[in-house]
């Protein structure tokens, strides 16, 4: 059974950074793509990004030159770092687990099994 546990959310000012970090248990973790995806109120899921078991990765436009994800295979961790934070990132973000090796987008990752998910507010 999958399970999935974020960590790191919380509220910073416009610019700032966080990181966000998934612990995964009860699957082949590193055969699986992981991800993270994101929903603010009143807004559909959006996808920001994957991590594949092949180590490449794939992001949202909205994110990108923005937003790292990496994974810690020996450790089944997924991480999420947050830089130049814009108030439109605020939502409650979710890890998720893709029982594929590749997501081939952003897309994939909403398709997946997900955490409780963890809240980043940014201030203007």
């Known amino acids: 059974q999958v399970q999935l546990a974020e960590s790191g959310g919380g509220s910073v000012q416009a610019g700032g950074s966080l990181r966000l970090s998934c612990a995964a248990s009860?699957?082949?973790?590193?055969?699986?793509?992981m991800g993270w995806f994101r929903q603010a109120p009143g807004k559909e899921r959006e996808g920001v990004a994957g991590s594949n078991s092949d180590g490449s990765t794939t992001y949202a436009d909205s994110v990108k030159g923005r937003f790292s994800i990496s994974r810690d295979n020996a450790k089944n961790t997924v991480f999420l770092q947050m830089n130049s934070l814009k108030p439109e990132d605020t939502a409650m973000y979710y890890c998720?687990?893709?029982?594929?090796?590749?997501?081939?987008?952003?897309?994939?990752?909403?398709?997946?099994?997900w955490g409780q998910g963890t809240q980043v507010t940014v201030s203007s």
């Open positions: 009860g699957y082949p973790y590193s055969i699986y793509c």
């Open positions: 998720a687990a893709v029982p594929l090796r590749h997501c081939a987008s952003v897309r994939t990752v909403l398709a997946g099994t």
